[in-house]
DNA sequence: ACTTTATTTCGGTAATTTCCTAAATACAAA
DNA sequence: TTTGTATTTAGGAAATTACCGAAATAAAGT
């Protein structure tokens, strides 16, 4: 879980996600829409396969990546549930003492 | 937007939201909840308040943070906005060959 | 005025993250 | 088998982050 709010946190990781979105793109596509090197652009990669929010598929010499976008909707849901979005809060003031 | 995020990926300002979620708190109250050293959560606050997410309000010598519920709601629903999630993706295969 | 309590600011260290260039790998084409 | 293309791994520099103890601030109680 950690490791997908970290994969999220980089905005260079963000758009690579939505790149992914629209449609595969291989390792070289997706660096073409970037002005970083390409092996930082690899880390990214390896940062979202790690959270599972990515998977590469290699055919030749050339690696196709595309988006797990269950993992993404499930984490995102999981963080709503998380701050539990959408109910309604518990009392709303600050107990004035805290006797130990 | 960025701040939010960056706000979101670190374990203990979750855990500090999560907190808030239930009730306003003080800082002390907060810092009780944590091993770590009252600057170090001073800092975690910080983040919070940059981002938005939090808003502490001095009385005497205490400050009692409540959570602004909105700004989180808002943040994730852009967030499920940004990647599109819930609509169709669009065709899912790599264009094999990009000319120049 | 002095002390206590709650919290922050300051200054610095260690860990992590982001990024780079150069070199390695792996496959395909000539 | 040599060359070219796509991508990664390795090694390291710079920036950012998370953390701490000590000192500062600020309000309240004595």
Redesign the interface.
């Known amino acids: 879980m ?1 490791r997908i ?2 994969a ?2 980089d ?1 260079t990781r ?1 758009e690579i ?2 790149l992914l ?6 390792a070289g ?1 997706i660096a ?1 829409n970037f002005t970083l090197s390409k092996p930082t652009l690899t880390g990214h990669f390896a940062v979202l396969r790690e959270a599972g929010l990515i998977h590469g598929e290699k055919s030749g010499t050339t690696i ?1 990546y ?1 988006l797990h ?1 269950s993992v ?2 499930d984490a ?1 849901a999981l ?2 549930d ?4 959408g109910q309604p ?7 004035p003492k ?1 006797p130990s």
Chains 1, 2 share one sequence.
């Open positions: 950690d709010y970290k999220l946190s905005p963000r996600i939505r979105r629209q449609r595969d793109m291989t596509e073409g196709t595309s976008l993404l909707e995102l963080l709503m998380q701050f539990r979005i809060r518990a009392r709303t003031t600050a107990s805290v």
